[in-house]
């Protein structure tokens, strides 16, 4: 069966710290593979994508993921969080045929402490 | 250039009934995708739609349907609701179909059923 688990659904860090948030998905053939971040109230803004070749992509807002086939995860990462990274982070994965049917992680909730 | 704008924000109906969401994607955009957003089942796929044609749909029943017009805006209907259905409903856009163009959320319509 298709699916995206994120194993932590709250991580709190303080600001300035470094940031790891986990992203494992199952899925019967490669995948494209995105990280989107949700404010309170807001809809989703696409962080990054991965579709093929260096398996370490940058996005925007300062953050990066690396895709691990062996392992079959798709981590997002930033060196130093800011007090405005506080959000809800989802990872996502999609066919790779002309499609949008995604399957969404179920979030994990980022708080910031000052 | 303005965003996906979904109406209306908010929305409060009670059970029986039957509703109309509205989505008018980015100026240029023809494909429109709507998801589904809960706390107990996260986000999940609806429909997908381009050029007026159903591309992909998800596992919903039947009273879900929706529609895009020729101006690329979309509809989605939900007949006789249900408590369950309380949800933030999702549009999306992307200018073609697939993960080759970045997918636009909306800020979603918040539908709560009594």
């Known amino acids: 069966a298709q699916s995206v688990t994120q194993p932590d659904i709250h991580i709190t860090v303080s600001e300035g710290a470094s940031l790891e948030l986990r992203c494992n998905y199952s899925?019967?053939?490669?995948?494209?593979l995105f990280w989107y971040v949700q404010s309170p109230g807001q809809g989703l803004q696409l962080l990054l994508k991965?579709?093929?070749?260096?398996?370490l992509v940058q996005g925007i807002k300062g953050f990066e993921a690396e895709f691990k086939r062996s392992q079959s995860s798709f981590n997002l990462r930033k060196p130093s969080v800011h007090w405005s990274d506080a959000a809800e982070y989802f990872c996502?994965?999609?066919?790779?045929?002309?499609?949008?049917?995604?399957?969404f992680g179920s979030g994990t909730r980022l708080l910031v402490r000052p | 250039k303005a965003g996906v704008t979904q109406t209306p924000r908010y929305l409060i109906k009670t059970r029986g009934q039957q509703v109309t969401l509205s989505c008018s994607p980015i100026?240029?955009?023809?494909?429109v995708s709507w998801y589904q957003q809960t706390p107990g089942q996260g986000l999940q796929f609806l429909f997908e739609?381009?050029?007026?044609?159903?591309?992909n749909k998800g596992n919903f029943p039947g009273r879900f349907s929706g529609r895009q017009f020729s101006n690329s805006r979309s509809e989605m209907n939900v007949s006789t609701l249900e408590l369950g259905d309380s949800a933030l409903y999702l549009c999306?856009?992307?200018?073609?179909?697939?993960?080759?163009?970045?997918?636009?959320f909306g800020n979603g319509t918040r539908l709560t059923v009594t």
């Open positions: 999306a856009s992307s200018l073609d179909p697939g993960p080759n163009s970045p997918l636009h």
């Open positions: 899925y019967g053939a490669t995948p494209y």
């Open positions: 991965y579709f093929s070749g260096d398996t």
């Open positions: 996502a994965v999609g066919p790779m045929d002309s499609s949008y049917k995604l399957i």
């Open positions: 100026s240029g955009h023809r494909s």
């Open positions: 739609y381009f050029s007026e044609t159903q591309r």
